[in-house]
């Protein structure tokens, strides 16, 4: 297309929405004429589909259960008076909780003040805290965040070095919402040896985020934890950073959780426009299908040019593709339908993958997310009448049109500035686009069965772990082979995975399992 045709585009396409300070310029989407009005019903029957959601519908058959994670920012919405008050009652509280802690009128057990704070969790229990720290935290922080999201010892080991003497003035929140989530589970019994090793108590330092009643709960009050905080099963996990998962984290932090609230709730209220040309995350969703087919043909790249949505791509990674990745449509017919989503930051990005977006597989769709406001305070001139956020704009603007040359698709995101109600919008705008799409390739976005298969999986592999470990133990002398070892479990089948954890256990002295290497490889010999 020529610039004047792009210009032309850009007026005729261009969704302005002052009401929460963005814009979305899906002019370089190469749609056409027809599009629109091709995918009207079907747009307005994700409308109706998503107004069913919000008054209570059963929306996770799996498990028989309401979704309703826009009624956390909007309580009066709520479809009973007992919800509305759970939501309403449980802001404050995360308010008082955070007011507490920075005025010192809940200390730690030595009487001093809380410094820090150690969130443990998984997946959308630590996903949405993680990008809400860093997008808004700053020198000023009431509480300086740290995170354990996985269960890997080493990366434990260097979260804990870090904070290193700080413990003892560390507050921990545990967020689980069944308490049994394994990863989880794991730090916090992590956490729990590192402040006892310190010779510090831990639930005097501890606070759990979770459903009522769960093991997590019990734990909590039969050991007499600083707080807790509920989950709610209507609200999933990857949708879960405006309840007490992500409010309480950000409180501690001193974000302003208000204007977090404040934002999503805007961009919520705008979104319910059935008008779709005004509506920006039913635009979104259309872009979506139109770039992949409706099928996932094209990955989606997430360019935000600014450092703190750096996480932003790793927060929609486990919102689109957990809520999209899916094998059965609505009717029980296999469609494997899901986006993989990918992105890194700008201006980094030109020194990383832009040249492969620009001349490589053209395999993609790309959203720039552009933010007005470079900074707070006066900028600095690096070249006469240029700044470094001059720079940063014009890489986005080159880069943009560098792709358009190439016919490679994009849109782009603009947001005034910065601030807790921009971020609020932001993970707003993407839970709606996400339903609306679902219902535009008739998927269920609330459930996932995928990863409880993998959960499953992994609790299989561990009880053959258990077993390997007694069978070597029970043959004090013997070396088996790991073919040896899985005959003599009546598992030959399984010989391979038992390969993999004898060699695992074998590199970690915990276990007490010896490996004595033998070429080809997988002829080693293991004892217990």
Not at 253 to 272: H, M, N, P, S
Not at 414 to 421: C, F, I
Request: proline share 5%; hydrophobic share 45%; aromatic share 8%.
């Amino acid at each position: 297309m020529t610039s004047q045709t792009l210009w032309k585009r850009y007026q005729e396409y261009l969704c302005v929405c002052p009401e929460i300070g963005l814009t979305l310029d899906i002019s370089r989407m190469n749609f056409g004429t027809y599009f629109f009005p091709r995918m009207e019903p079907a747009v307005q029957q994700a409308y109706a589909a998503m107004a069913e959601l919000e008054q209570g519908a059963i929306a996770n058959p799996d498990e028989g259960r309401m979704v309703g994670h826009y009624w956390l920012r909007a309580p009066k919405l709520a479809p009973t008076p007992e919800i509305t008050a759970e939501i309403e009652f449980t802001v404050r509280a995360v308010r008082e909780f955070a007011a507490d802690i920075h005025e010192a009128a809940i200390t730690t057990p030595a009487g001093t003040p809380f410094r820090r704070l150690l969130v443990i969790g998984i997946g959308g229990s630590a996903l949405g805290p993680q990008f809400v720290a860093d997008a808004l935290g700053s020198s000023a922080d009431r509480m300086k965040p740290h995170f354990f999201d996985n269960t890997d010892p080493d990366g434990m080991d260097r979260v804990l070095a870090e904070i290193g003497s700080a413990l003892a003035e560390t507050l921990t929140v545990v967020i689980s919402k069944s308490g049994g989530t394994k990863e989880t589970r794991n730090g916090m019994l992590e956490a729990r040896a590192a402040y006892g090793r310190a010779g510090l108590a831990f639930p005097g330092y501890a606070v759990a985020v979770t459903g009522a009643g769960s093991e997590l709960d019990q734990t909590a009050v039969s050991e007499g934890w600083l707080a807790r905080f509920p989950m709610w099963d209507w609200v999933g996990g990857r949708t879960s950073v405006t309840s007490a998962v992500g409010l309480l984290p950000a409180a501690l932090q001193g974000i302003d959780i208000a204007g977090l609230l404040e934002g999503a709730q805007a961009c919520d209220t705008l979104t319910r426009c059935p008008e779709t040309r005004k509506n920006p995350a039913a635009l979104l969703a259309l872009m979506w299908h139109h770039a992949t087919a409706g099928r996932g043909a094209r990955d989606m790249v997430v360019l935000p040019y600014r450092d703190r949505l750096l996480l932003f791509s790793r927060y929609l990674q486990q919102l689109i593709m957990e809520s999209i990745g899916k094998e059965l449509d609505l009717t029980g017919r296999v469609v494997n339908q899901g986006i993989s989503v990918y992105g890194n930051k700008g201006s980094t990005d030109q020194h990383a993958y832009v040249q492969q977006l620009r001349e490589g597989v053209p395999n993609f769709f790309v959203t720039f997310i552009q933010v007005l406001k470079d900074r707070a305070g006066g900028a600095l001139a690096v070249e006469p009448g240029v700044t470094s956020g001059d720079y940063l704009f014009g890489f986005l603007q080159g880069t943009r049109q560098a792709l358009a040359e190439k016919d490679r698709e994009s849109l782009t995101i603009t947001v005034d500035e910065l601030d807790a109600q921009a971020i609020g919008v932001l993970i707003a705008l993407y839970e709606r686009a996400v339903g609306f799409y679902a219902s535009l390739v008739g998927i269920n976005a609330y459930h996932q069965p995928g990863v409880e298969a993998g959960k499953k999986a992994a609790g299989v592999v561990l009880k053959l772990q258990e077993e390997l470990f007694a069978l070597l133990r029970s043959r004090p002398g013997e070396q088996l082979t790991a073919d040896e070892a899985a005959a003599a479990l009546g598992k030959g089948e399984e010989a391979e995975s038992a390969f993999h954890i004898l060699r695992h256990a074998a590199a970690n002295p915990d276990h007490g399992i010896t490996m004595v290497p033998e070429e080809p490889l997988w002829l080693s010999r293991f004892s217990g």
